[in-house]
Nanobody, 122 residues
Framework: QVQLVESGGGLVQAGGSLRLSCAAS????????MGWFRQAPGKEREFVAS????????YYADSMKGRFTISRDNAKNTVYLQMNSLKPEDTAVYYC???????????????WGQGTQVTVSS
């Protein structure tokens, strides 16, 4: 019932920045917690960041704290991930996720996008 489409990925040099966007369908977007996950080749999908339904509360994986910022614009049905000080270890496919829980994305969110590739060169 919810469709998510990521964009904004690409190739960037180490230390650079990218801003990912996730466009969501559905009139109930503002009632969902939203989040970002990533998956590198040969590795399991890992949590990156989460934001609650009204954007008041955010949560980050430790390796992303101080570098990544998640935000949302409910009027545009869009979630963003600003990524600064990128490292080669950040290279992965980044996925947007939505969870009917209002406060935080859980271990298995209900909805996923197709992903956008982020490649950080050394």
């Amino acid at each position: 019932q919810v469709q998510l489409v990521e964009s904004g990925g690409g190739l960037v040099q180490a230390g650079g920045s990218l801003r990912l966007s996730c466009a969501a369908s559905g009139r109930t977007f503002s009632s969902y917690a939203m989040g970002w996950f990533r998956q590198a080749p040969g590795k399991e999908r890992e949590f990156v960041a989460s934001i609650d339904w009204n954007g008041d509360s955010t949560y980050y994986a430790d390796s992303m704290k101080g570098r990544f910022t998640i935000s949302r614009d409910n009027a545009k049905n869009t979630v963003y991930l600003q990524m600064n000080s990128l490292k080669p270890e950040d290279t992965a496919v980044y996925y947007c996720a939505a969870d009917p829980n209002k406060f935080v994305v859980r271990r298995a969110p209900d909805y996923w996008g197709q992903g956008t590739q982020v490649t950080v060169s050394s």
